[in-house]
């Protein structure tokens, strides 16, 4: 240091806590399998998370806006932009590769309880 203040370090903590990201079920199916060409080997399969999952399945099956979506889940707008670029990337990376999806929980996720309901 050249004169002046010492400089101070930032403290890094754990940072924010995650808020949950409320699914209204857990998907019935939770693996796909690409039918192959024989002799071809198969690459390695592609997680898709149980909250890209739900923001998939509420935008592009039920056509909700993301606005809508963030509030049923409880998240942001941007949270809720991130999961379906993210999805729709994996799904569309999974169709043209013929690869295996898996739908795996990861992450802080909560069922959707009854008395949660609107």
Do not use: C
């Amino acid at each position: 240091m050249f004169g002046g203040r010492p400089r101070r370090r930032r403290r890094r903590g754990p940072g924010r806590p995650v808020k949950p990201r409320i699914i209204e079920a857990t998907p019935l199916v939770k693996h796909f399998q690409p039918s192959l060409p024989p002799g071809r080997e198969p690459m390695p399969p592609i997680h898709l998370s149980y909250d890209e999952y739900e923001a998939l399945r509420l935008s592009d099956v039920l056509g909700l806006k993301q606005e809508e979506i963030a509030e049923r889940m409880g998240i942001s707008r941007g949270t809720v932009w991130r999961l379906l670029e993210s999805a729709r990337r994996k799904a569309a990376t999974a169709i043209v590769e013929g690869r295996e999806i898996y739908i795996v929980p990861t992450g802080n996720v909560r069922v959707r309880s009854s008395e949660e309901e609107d």
